[in-house]
């Protein structure tokens, strides 16, 4: 990848030219992000954004549990939340502040301790606060739209805003999110609960995702949303692609919408056995998978 032709604004944190994403993504596959961007805090990005050239593409990550990069890298600026932007803190009315990069096991264990109920479910999702916002994350029957109060993000010309969460246009697994905008913070609610059953349902949650998921594994959790009426992890056992394998890419045995990279897999490798995956099962049922995963980036 080329430099941008302009420079870049000035910012308080660090910019990594050709910064290393397959680092830190659960795949732990994909090229490099053109510049990965890692402000800290809000107002300097508002400033960096508001700086940067209109055309330069803007991509906020958070730690990739949706993700896969492709091998070429990502054009532009990849923009990663520093931990200054993962606190907690809990607000009259059962409510949770977060900030973008907070993981979601933070903010149910913090809402746990406050005795605030229905946010339980995110102690399943290994990603941030600004992936559940932007994916519409859930689990177990709810999803990050039921919980959500309003979110502020710094849009990509750089102004700060607070958004209610009806502006989202929540989906299953999407939210209307203008493309370059950044979650940097979310106030979610819930509802009076009690402190030990909040702690055992999350305890069952941790337990049934042990027993049923491929936690340790590289992997980039959901691979295909599931289409209505359907389970896609039934319809991928269904057309025989529970263990397939294309080079170290594999159809996790464990959980058949899990892909997994077993070691030197490539992101190619990873979104071809997606692909052949989908093709499978719209054989088999007619029925074609649409990706969860987010595949950003080039082809190298
Ligand atoms: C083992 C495992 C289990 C999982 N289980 C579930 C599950 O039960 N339910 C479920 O819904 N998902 C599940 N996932 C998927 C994943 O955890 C969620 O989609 C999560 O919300 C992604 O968060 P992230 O921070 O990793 O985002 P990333 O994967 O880094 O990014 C995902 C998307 O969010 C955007 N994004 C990230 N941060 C921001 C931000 N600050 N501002 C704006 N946009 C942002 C990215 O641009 C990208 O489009 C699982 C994944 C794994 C690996």
Request: with cysteine.
């Amino acid at each position: 990848m080329s430099a941008p032709c302009t420079a870049l604004p000035p910012l308080r944190g660090t910019i990594e030219h050709q910064g290393s994403l397959a680092d830190f993504i659960w795949f732990r596959t994909g090229g490099p992000a053109e510049w990965l961007v890692r402000p800290d805090d809000v107002q300097s990005l508002a400033a960096f954004l508001a700086g940067l050239d209109p055309e330069v593409p803007v991509l906020p990550v958070g730690v990739g549990s949706n993700l896969i990069v492709r091998d070429g890298g990502v054009p532009g600026v990849v923009v990663r939340l520093p931990k200054a932007m993962a606190k907690v803190s809990i607000e009259p009315g059962n409510r949770v502040r977060a900030g973008g990069a907070a993981m979601g096991i933070t903010v149910a264990s913090a809402a746990r301790d406050a005795g605030i109920a229905g946010l339980e479910f995110l102690r399943g999702i290994p990603g941030t606060v600004g992936g559940a916002v932007r994916m519409n994350a859930g689990a177990y029957g709810r999803d990050t739209s039921n919980i959500l109060v309003e979110i502020t993000l710094v849009t990509r010309n750089g102004t700060v805003e607070t958004w209610p969460a009806a502006r989202l246009g929540y989906t299953y697994r999407h939210s209307e999110l203008p493309e370059g905008a950044v979650v940097v913070e979310a106030l979610f609610e819930g509802t009076p609960g009690d402190k030990a059953e909040i702690g055992a349902e999350m305890d069952r949650i941790a337990a049934e995702r042990e027993a049923s998921q491929p936690l340790r594994s590289r992997t980039g959790g959901s691979t295909f949303k599931n289409p209505q009426g359907h389970s896609a992890w039934k319809l991928v056992d269904d057309a025989g692609c529970r263990g397939l394998r294309r080079g170290d890419a594999q159809v996790s045995e464990k959980h058949c919408n899990f892909l997994l990279n077993l070691g030197n897999a490539s992101s190619v490798d990873i979104e071809a056995l997606g692909e052949e995956v989908r093709a499978k099962v719209k054989a088999q049922s007619g029925i074609e998978l649409e990706w969860e995963i987010q595949r950003i980036g080039v082809d190298k």
